[in-house]
């Protein structure tokens, strides 16, 4: 892999900690290649960001997609795969519809992204594979059974694939933040606290995905938990 091309791919990366990744990897120097459903409320204006539109659980798209971009960005070494969105609710109360479509885009659609980039980094000889987890991922608890299911099986997916692919020279890693300072509260019934230490900020995250990514290939970080220092929730009236 050639170390003086740093490209990443980034999923989500309009809002919230992918938005907070994508700005801080411009910062260091990455070209940016930004995958969302709407990139109108994210513009660096930085010629080293492309954004490309996409709805990750359309696969077949996202398939056709990601091979135009690596046929367009030969030098592409970095995936974070951070897509994803909350719904806590009992589980008696989801449809069947709402529960494909949760784990479509919370699960599965980083299966494929991290498949297709897979094989790109084996003939690359090496790359970096970031993905986002989340607390619920290393502890399950009421009304989180759909979002503890997909983290918990990024977990499991991510510890295999490192595993896996080690020995081609691809680094895999999970980070599994716990509450986050961004818009993903935005639809929800709860969030953190106003305090200062009663949550992660998006920029917290996007340091430690530097952080990672700058560590000598000799060495791997297999996952990292990120904790407020404080918890605190406030629920909605």
């Known amino acids: 892999m050639d170390s003086q091309q740093k490209t990443a791919v980034v999923t989500g990366s309009s809002s919230g900690i992918g938005r907070a990744i994508s700005q801080d990897l411009l910062s260091h120097g990455y070209k940016v290649i930004g995958l969302a459903r709407d990139h109108k409320k994210f513009d660096p204006e930085n010629k080293h960001y492309f954004p490309y539109e996409i709805d990750l659980t359309d696969f077949d798209r996202t398939i056709s997609l990601l091979k135009r971009i690596l046929a367009d960005h030969e030098e592409v070494n970095v995936l974070v795969s951070n897509a994803g969105?909350?719904?806590?609710?009992s589980l008696e109360n989801f449809s069947v519809t709402q529960i494909q479509s949760f784990l479509d885009l919370n699960l599965l659609s980083h299966?494929?992204?991290?498949?297709?980039?897979?094989?790109?980094?084996?003939?690359?000889?090496?790359?970096?594979?970031?993905?986002?987890?989340?607390?619920?991922?290393?502890?399950?608890?009421?009304?989180?059974?759909?979002?503890?299911?997909?983290?918990?099986?990024?977990?499991?997916?991510?510890?295999?694939?490192?595993?896996?692919?080690?020995?081609?020279?691809?680094?895999?890693?999970?980070?599994?933040?716990?509450?986050?300072?961004?818009?993903?509260?935005?639809?929800l019934n709860f969030y953190p606290g106003e305090n200062f230490e009663n949550a992660i900020e998006t920029s917290d995250v996007a340091a430690v995905v530097t952080d990672i990514l700058a560590m000598r290939r000799g060495t791997i970080i297999d996952e990292v938990n990120l904790s407020p220092a404080k918890k605190v929730i406030v629920f909605n009236k």
């Open 85 to 89: 969105f909350g719904k806590f609710q």
């Open 111 to 187: 299966i494929l992204v991290c498949q297709i980039l897979v094989r790109y980094f084996k003939k690359q000889m090496g790359g970096d594979i970031i993905i986002m987890g989340s607390e619920a991922g290393v502890l399950g608890k009421k009304k989180s059974t759909l979002y503890s299911a997909a983290k918990f099986g990024l977990r499991g997916f991510s510890q295999a694939l490192r595993d896996e692919v080690g020995s081609s020279d691809i680094r895999v890693c999970l980070i599994n933040p716990g509450m986050v300072r961004s818009p993903f509260f935005g639809d």
